[in-house]
């Protein structure tokens, strides 16, 4: 393992080898999702004043046991499915990078609390911590969690519309703001 500080609050990220993210200077990186098993590493970053995240496949993170350009092209296929798939609930999608070592999808920021957040819950916190969000959805009124429920559906008929089928669709893919009431769906392999 070893240690790369990146952005230029130099924010520090373990990797199972070394991996150039130069193409991360400009930019503040506030937070990290480096325990993914897809192969991506996902960050929070500030540029101009605004939040985006980038999901990025190049880079060996400690989770990943597959090909890395096996993660990279699947994140370019991805791009495409993204291009197609517009919809309100869905984190919007606003461009694409390739760069000498990897590839990465730039998405607006969008507050929430990810429903599997293993990265800060064990799975008997997760089931049982009331700070967990899992929990905390478990706990909102009735009605609420219903048109939660509604929207997921109606999503997932919008993509069938589509002509796609969701797969690998669990609460990991699901963000909620609970400040705003509002869902958004981060993820989803088609």
């Not at 990465?104 to 916190?125: A, I, R, S, Y």
Request: with cysteine; proline share 3%; aromatic share 16%.
């Amino acid at each position: 393992m070893i240690k790369v500080l990146i952005g230029k609050n130099k924010r520090a990220l373990e990797l199972k080898e070394y991996h150039n993210f130069e193409w991360l200077n400009e930019v503040e990186v506030f937070a990290i999702f480096n325990q993914q098993d897809s192969g991506n590493i996902s960050f929070g970053v500030i540029s101009n004043g605004e939040r985006f995240f980038i999901k990025y496949a190049g880079a060996r993170n400690l989770e990943y046991m597959g090909d890395v350009q096996a993660a990279i092209e699947r994140l370019k296929k991805a791009e495409e499915v993204y291009k197609q798939i517009v919809h309100p609930n869905l984190t919007r999608f606003l461009s694409a990078f390739q760069i000498e070592q990897g590839f990465g999808l730039k998405f607006k920021w969008v507050n929430g609390e990810c429903m599997h957040n293993h990265w800060d819950f064990t799975p008997f916190e997760k089931y049982n911590s009331p700070h967990s969000p899992f929990v905390k959805l478990r706990n909102l009124p009735l009605q609420e969690r219903i048109s939660i429920l509604t929207k997921i559906y109606e999503f997932a008929t919008f993509v069938e519309v589509k002509g796609f089928v969701m797969v690998d669709f669990y609460d990991g893919s699901i963000l909620y703001d609970f400040k705003n009431g509002e869902l958004y769906i981060c993820d989803f392999v088609i």
